[in-house]
Structure formats: structure tokens, C-alpha cells
């Protein structure tokens, strides 16, 4: 069977499955939540920079109150760009909205800082409508301050997010706390393989978001993918989920439809002989130099990622 959840290097239990809320329509986030704790989830996954974190925290409120416990769910949320050099303001908004007096895991979001007094709290801009980025800024000095968070009692861990090969190299020497996760876009059209090996070596978790793909789910229409689903009667998404566990991450699944949040619970079991089949399909599409990055803001930064840099 598929393990329910993964030892973090912190000791914490996190559970493989999560549901995420990028992206989720205005509205809809909070009854998304509720009616995933109802149905059985245990993490929580959401972001200042979502804009949605007040809905999010209506819905953990309506899931503790039919008696799902605090202790019981992991939410995690992240610190946005602007607000790499003000980290705990970052953790203190995301608990007010959240209801919550902590969280289990606080994620540098983008190892970029953005303009703090900027024209505008998420997205600065400079005057040629490119990103107000503080070029100066070192990545390792906002890690410096999630770390001291960790006195506070305010989060349990800390972790990265969209982390490459290369600035994980630049960070790890620097840590007295070792990251606990790395959340990557990962797919099998983005395997990200030199990631998941490094992070895997150091103990570090994978966690895998955008596991469709974009809008329309590019990644279920991979040929191998429909053809494990075919021959287990199991829908391509299911596939694609059971993919990460499979590979030892966690992975989000976003929904807002009540079927669709209770069918992507369906974890598998994938055999060597469906994962040889998802692991060949990753290495030709690299080889051919045709792995897809759906999830690449417009920074004007290199991030290290080698399909982009």
C-alpha cells in the first residue's frame, strides 16, 4: 500500500497527499478546505502571495468545529518576495488570516526579495513594468531569519520553495537548520531529477505541486500515463498522484469540486515496470530537450533551473 504520509527530517509525520488552493477560485477556497478535512485530508497547503488565506482559514474553522483535531492537519504557508527581508510579518499575516496560533511549516517562497516598499504589496514594478527586484539581495540572509523564527513557537518548520540544484548548493553550507522540505513544480514532464537526488541526499522532502501540469492537465494526456491508466482501470490523474508517492514525495492536488478533492484520495500502488515506463518518458523528453516548465513567473531572474537557464 501507499504510505500516508513521510518522515521529515524534523521528526514531523507529513502527510503524501494535500490539497492545494493556487489559483482556486475566489469564493470557493474555503468550503474546498472544509469538504477536504471532512473527506479525510491532512494537509493543508496555501500561500500569502495566494491572496486566498482568509478563505483557507474559514475552512480549517469549519473543519475543526465538525471535530477534525488542530494537532491533526499540517498546514503549511509560505513567505512571498516581498517580505524576504520581514519574514515573521509575512508569518504573522498568514496566522491571522489562517485563525491559527502556528503553522507546521513556513516555505521561503521564491529565493528572490521584491521591493518591500514598492508600488504595490505582491507585485512591485518599476517604471518599464519589469519586477522590482532588490538585486543586492542575498537568499541565505532571508534563510538566516526563517531560522530564528523557529524560537518563536509561531511555526514548527521551515523549509523552500521552487529551489534549484544550484541555490540549494548556495544555501545548504550556510544552514544551521536544514531545510525540512523543497516544494518544486514536478511532473513527468518536469521530473526535475537533479533536484529530487539532491534533496534526497541531504534529507530533504520533496513535495510536488502542479502535478497535472497547467490549466487542462497537459501532463494526463503523456502517453505512458494514459496507458498505466488504461491498464488499471484508474483515471490518469490517479496516476499522476500515485507517480509522487511512488517516488517517495508528497504531492498537492488542487480541486474545488467535491467529487474530483474525494477521487484524488485514490492513491495506487505503481510496480517498477509502470514507473520504468513514467521515468523513460521523463529521460527522452530531457534528452530531446523538450521538458515543460508550466510555472515560471515573469521575475527577469535566473533561478538555475537548467531547462531555463
Known sequence: MAPATFKLNTGQDIPALGLGTWQSPPGAVSAAVATALKDGYKLIDCAYCYGNEDEVGQGLKEGFASGVGRESVFVMTKAWCTYQTRVELALDKSLKSLGLDYVDLFLVHWPVAMNP???HDKFPTLPDGSRDIIRTHDHVATWKMMEKLLETGKTRAIG????SKRYLEELLPHCTVVPAINQIENHPNLPQQEIVDLCNEKGIHVVAYSPFGSTG????????????AEKK??????VLLSYHVARGSTVL????????????????DLDAYDMKLLTDHSEDL?????L????????GVDFGFPDKS
Open 117 to 119: 516598499e514598492g508600488n
Open 160 to 163: 523552500v520553495c521552487n529551489y
Open 217 to 228: 492537465g497537459p501532463t494526463m494526456k503523456a502517453e505512458p500515463v494514459v496507458k498505466i
Open 233 to 238: 482501470g484508474i483515471s490518469p490523474s490517479t
Open 253 to 268: 492536488a488542487k480541486s474545488t469540486n467535491p467529487d474530483r478533492i474525494k477521487a484524488n484520495m485514490d492513491i495506487v
Open 286 to 290: 530531457a534528452k530531446n530537450n523538450k
Open 292 to 299: 515543460t516548465r508550466y510555472v515560471y513567473p515573469p521575475f
